[in-house]
Every structure is written in structure tokens, then in C-alpha cells.
């Protein structure tokens, strides 16, 4: 019986809940060129905010759950559909699917508070802090070089690490998940804002180029 009322309230929740970008998810489809450039939100993701040694007892132990915590700017350590991003010495940001969020039957934020237990350091579930908005497509790079500072040649920013910067003067956290797909993080309060941007800088490949 307490599972089927879990499942139903976890059912009421999803029907319920709205995303930061939600209503530009029309604006995306249309702005995005296929094969060129595409632009999505990938609403709901879990994220919670680790402050912790990483050579600590208790940093040794949020590290066996998430496949290690990154050691240096720019390194993401992954398991499974789990990833960690540095932000600092002693700081880091998990983000792993939506449904392993207690909201929805997960069991993830409960288990980082944990592992944690009575050691020095933070877990804070950051879930509705951001939202992520994907870009992928050949020409995702140059969309990003019009408004962000950071050198995104391929040689320079490889696929699999994550930055913090701005894009288009806005806060957020650069991931660079593939060759030609990047995954960005900003506060929910900025996501309409940047999405826009995102489709103004986007709208030059969706013009035929003149011979």
C-alpha cells in the first residue's frame, strides 16, 4: 500500500512540476536546425552541492558512492549515468537523472547525507537551483564563442570537462559532454534569459547562406 501511494504522489509531482525553460520548449524545436545546431532543456536533472575534502574519511566515502571525486579544474568524474563536476578544491556538483531524486523513489540525496554522516562538509540538494539547456550540432561552438570568454577549441576544452563561466553575461556552469555537444548549467532565475540568447545567437545557421 505505502509504495502505491508513493508511486501516485510521485506520478501527481511530475504532472505538477514546471521547468525553468518550459516555456520556450515551442521556441527551441523551432530555432533548432537539424544536423546544424540544436537547442533543448533537459529538465529535472538531480543535482546536489558537495563541500568536502576529497582526502577525507568523509570525502573518501561520498567518493566510493559517486566513482571518485574530481581532483582538478575542469575534471568530471563519472559512474554510470552519475557525474561530478569540480567547481573547487572542496567543491563539487553531482548531477545524475531525475528519477534518482527522492521526489520521484530515489534514494540518492538521502544516501550522499549518509555517506556523509557526522564528517566535515556539506550535501545540499541544489535539484531546483539550475536547470540544464543542451546544444549540440557542428555549430554549437560558434553559437557559445558570440557571448562566452573561455578558448572552446576542441584542442583546448575536451570533451568530458566541465567550467564555470558566462554565456551571454550569465552565470553558468559549462559542460562539455561530446565532440559536439555541450551541456549548460544555469540558475533557474536566468534560464529564460540565457535560452533566449542562446536562440538569437543560433539564428544565422538557420538561414540559408547567399552563393
Known amino acids: 500500500m505505502a509504495d502505491t501511494a508513493a508511486l501516485e504522489n510521485s506520478k501527481k509531482i511530475q504532472t505538477l512540476r514546471k521547468s525553468p525553460a ?22 529535472f ?13 568523509a570525502g573518501q566515502r561520498l567518493g566510493a558512492l ?44 538521502r544516501t550522499l547525507t549518509e555517506a556523509l554522516g557526522d564528517g566535515e562538509g556539506q550535501v545540499v540538494d541544489l535539484s531546483a537551483n539550475r536547470t540544464t539547456l543542451e546544444l549540440s550540432g557542428p555549430r554549437a561552438r560558434a553559437v557559445l564563442e558570440k557571448g562566452c570568454a573561455l578558448d572552446l577549441h ?7 570537462t566541465a567550467l564555470s563561466t558566462e554565456i551571454g553575461g550569465i552565470p553558468a556552469i559549462l559542460w562539455k559532454t561530446g565532440e559536439e555537444t555541450y551541456r549548460i548549467f544555469p540558475r533557474a532565475s536566468f534560464a529564460e534569459f540565457l535560452g533566449r540568447w542562446l536562440l538569437d545567437a543560433m539564428r544565422e545557421f538557420a538561414t540559408p547562406e547567399v552563393p
Open 66 to 109: 559517486t566513482g571518485g571525486l574530481p581532483a582538478a579544474s575542469g575534471e568530471v568524474r563519472s559512474s554510470g549515468d552519475t557525474a561530478v563536476l569540480w567547481l573547487g578544491p572542496a567543491e563539487f556538483l553531482l548531477v545524475a537523472p531525475a528519477e534518482s531524486h527522492e521526489s520521484l523513489g530515489g534514494e540518492l540525496p
Open 22 to 43: 518550459a516555456l520556450l520548449a515551442a521556441a527551441f524545436e523551432a530555432g533548432s536546425v537539424t544536423g546544424v545546431v540544436e537547442l533543448r532543456e533537459v529538465p
Open 154 to 160: 576542441p584542442r583546448v576544452l575536451k570533451a568530458g
Open 45 to 57: 536533472l538531480t543535482m546536489a552541492g558537495l563541500r568536502i575534502n576529497p582526502a577525507g574519511d
